[in-house]
């Protein structure tokens, strides 16, 4: 399988990417849900492989994942700025209303809406109201999307609802069993939620002849399910929640925030395994030793303390 990945750069060169850090990320993901145990990275921009290098061995570092990285002598010189931009007039979060016809005007669906809400007594759901430039309604709502969608479009006569939320959230589904497919659970997700923006990333094997999946969504829908938390998938009910997100730095290594809020030492040129600099760690022949605990352990490891904390407050502070 090839995946091709988008790197933005940092404000200046000798800052850390921090789209770096989350395509890194997001690659450990889908490695550790295939079960890889080796990774092939063809770099393209040879002028950033050492910052390629040592975030992968940050990212990594819990993993026995083998990484090789193939970087090219001359540099293509890839337009790495030339982004993707969003539509300005679609906005990033919201429920976009319009009614049929537009026999309407704003004001007057603003005045429906307002009124329906009142009655629902879902008023206070709402943080802000605007127009879109071809004329649409848009609410941002501080909770409860697919319930005030539902008031709106059940309510008031001839008007359409969508959910717009371009915020991407990792959820996992556990204790599916062993015959689920990708495609059942999917469909399942997506009848569940009426949304088509819910897809299932990956299915691996786990405990007791169960399976669990890895499925993203849009921060409405995620938190929909999180909600409900419990799911009947095919013969067996399985359970949602969010993944867990333990941030790092990989600045100076510690967690709790990332590289751009950064106040601790610089470790980017330090090696992964002994905490020297001068080599990677694929290269060290030193003892594993930890800057952080100053102990005898490789830095991020299952025993490294503050590893263990960052992972508790992760899931303390699970909404
Ligand atoms: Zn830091
Ligand atoms: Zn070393
Ligand atoms: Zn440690």
Request: charged share 30%; net charge positive; hydrophobic share 30%.
């Amino acid at each position: 399988m090839v995946y091709q990945i988008t790197v933005e750069p940092g404000k200046d060169s000798n800052e850390p990417s921090e789209s770096l850090y989350n395509a890194t990320t997001l690659l450990k993901e889908l490695a550790i849900d295939q079960n890889r145990s080796n990774l092939m990275i063809a770099h393209a921009n040879a002028q950033r492989s050492l910052e390629l290098r040592k975030t992968l061995e940050c990212i990594f570092a819990n993993t026995n994942i083998a990484i090789q990285v193939s970087t090219p002598q001359r540099q293509p010189a890839p337009n790495t700025r030339q982004l993707k931009r969003k539509d300005p007039k679609e906005p990033s979060t919201g429920l976009v209303v319009s009614c049929e016809g537009k026999e309407k005007t704003y004001a007057e669906l603003l005045m429906d809406i307002k009124n329906k809400l009142q009655v629902a007594g879902a008023l206070d759901k709402v943080n802000s109201v605007r127009k879109t430039k071809a004329g649409d309604l848009v609410l941002s709502l501080k909770e409860g999307e697919m319930e005030v969608k539902s008031i709106i479009t059940e309510e008031i006569e001839r008007t359409n609802a969508r959910i717009v939320d371009h915020r991407r959230t990792i959820l996992h589904v556990k204790q599916l069993d062993a015959i689920t497919t990708a495609e059942e659970l999917q469909e399942r997700l997506r009848a569940e939620t009426g949304n088509e923006d819910v897809t299932v990333r990956s299915m691996r094997p786990a405990y007791g002849e169960t399976q669990s999946a890895t499925v993203e969504a849009n921060e409405a829908t995620a938190k929909h399910l999180c909600k409900i938390g419990r799911l009947k998938v095919g013969m067996v009910y399985c359970f949602v929640s969010r993944r867990l997100d333990v941030r790092r730095c990989h600045r100076c290594w510690s967690y709790g925030h990332i590289a751009s809020n950064c106040r601790g030492e610089d470790r980017r040129n330090k090696c992964y395994n002994c905490g020297h600099e001068g080599h990677i760690a694929n290269a060290c022949k030193n003892p594993a030793y930890c800057p952080l605990c100053k102990e005898d352990h490789r830095a991020g490891t299952g025993v490294c303390r503050p590893f263990g904390k960052a992972l508790r407050q992760a899931r303390n502070a699970q909404p």
